[in-house]
C-alpha cells in the first residue's frame, strides 16, 4: 500500500515569513494530493489540493508543488500569520480509494 | 457547500455500553463515507470505509464487530462502538466523498469518546 511520509513534524516561523512542509509518497499510482489544516479539537479542512497532472497550484498566500519523478510535494505558506498556527496534514490517494496521511505538522507561527 | 455534521459532538460513558456515532453529509450526497480515529498529537488513522448499501470495508487491525458501521442513505453513516472500554477513548471523525467524485473528503467536526 501507499506510504506517506511527512516533515518536519514541528515548525516554528517568525509572522510574517515562509513556511514549507514537504512529502513523500511511494505508490506511483497515486494521483491525488490534498492538504489539510486541523486546529485543535476541530476538524481538518481541506486548503489546497493537487492532480498529478499539474505541477503547481497556487491560492493567494498556499501554493502546493509536485513532482511526480521524485514522488513528493510541498506546501508553501508565505507572510504567514499567527492565524496560521495549527497541524497541518497531507495526504495521497488514487482515484476512488482511500487517503494515506502523513504524519502531520505542528505549525506555530510567532507574533 | 459540501457540510459533514457528526452527532453527538462529546460523549462520555460507562465502560460496558455501546455508543452511536451519527456522520450527516447536510448539502451532497455521499456515496461514500469514511471513519477515522486520531489520538492526541497523531495522524488521521482509517479505521474503515462506508459504502452506501453495502458492507463496510474496515482497515487491518480494525475489529468489525467491535466498532459496527452502517450507511443506510446516501447522507448518513453510523459508527457504533459497542462495549465500550476506556482504551476505546479518542477522537472519532467522518469524512464524506461526493456522489460521482472520486477523490475530495469533507470531513466532520468529530465525536470525543471518553469511556470511563
Known amino acids: 500500500g501507499e506510504n506517506v511520509e511527512q516533515h518536519p513534524s514541528t515548525l516554528s516561523v517568525q509572522e510574517g515569513d515562509s513556511a514549507v512542509i514537504k512529502c513523500t509518497y511511494s505508490?506511483?499510482?497515486?494521483?491525488?494530493f490534498p492538504w489539510y489544516k486541523q486546529e485543535l479539537g476541530k476538524r481538518p479542512q481541506l486548503i489546497i489540493d493537487?492532480?498529478?497532472?499539474?505541477g503547481e497550484k497556487k491560492d493567494q498566500r498556499i501554493a502546493v508543488t509536485l513532482n511526480k519523478t521524485a514522488k513528493h510535494f510541498s506546501l508553501h505558506i508565505t507572510e504567514t500569520q499567527p492565524e496560521d498556527s495549527a497541524v497541518y496534514f497531507c495526504?495521497?490517494?488514487?482515484?476512488?480509494?482511500?487517503?494515506?496521511f502523513g504524519t502531520g505538522t505542528s505549525l506555530t507561527v510567532i507574533p | 457547500g459540501a457540510v459533514v455534521s457528526q452527532h453527538p459532538s462529546r460523549v462520555i460513558c460507562k465502560s460496558g455500553t455501546s455508543v452511536k456515532i451519527e456522520c450527516r453529509s447536510l448539502?451532497?450526497?455521499?456515496?461514500?463515507m469514511f471513519w477515522y480515529r486520531q489520538f492526541p498529537k497523531q495522524s488521521l488513522m482509517l479505521m474503515a470505509t462506508?459504502?452506501?448499501?453495502?458492507?463496510?470495508?474496515?482497515e487491518q487491525g480494525v475489529e468489525k464487530d467491535k466498532f459496527l458501521i452502517n450507511h443506510a442513505s446516501l447522507t448518513l453513516s453510523t459508527l457504533t462502538v459497542t462495549s465500550a472500554h476506556p482504551e476505546d477513548s479518542s477522537f472519532y471523525i467522518c469524512?464524506?466523498?461526493?456522489?460521482?467524485?472520486?477523490?475530495?473528503?469533507?470531513f466532520g467536526p468529530g465525536t470525543r469518546l471518553t469511556v470511563l
Open positions: 448539502d451532497f450526497q455521499a456515496t461514500t
Open positions: 495526504a495521497a490517494s488514487s482515484a476512488g480509494n482511500q487517503f494515506y
Open positions: 462506508s459504502n452506501e448499501g453495502s458492507k463496510a470495508t474496515y
Open positions: 505508490d506511483s499510482a497515486s494521483n491525488y
Open positions: 493537487i492532480r498529478s497532472n499539474v
Open positions: 469524512s464524506a466523498r461526493y456522489r460521482g467524485s472520486t477523490d475530495t473528503q469533507y
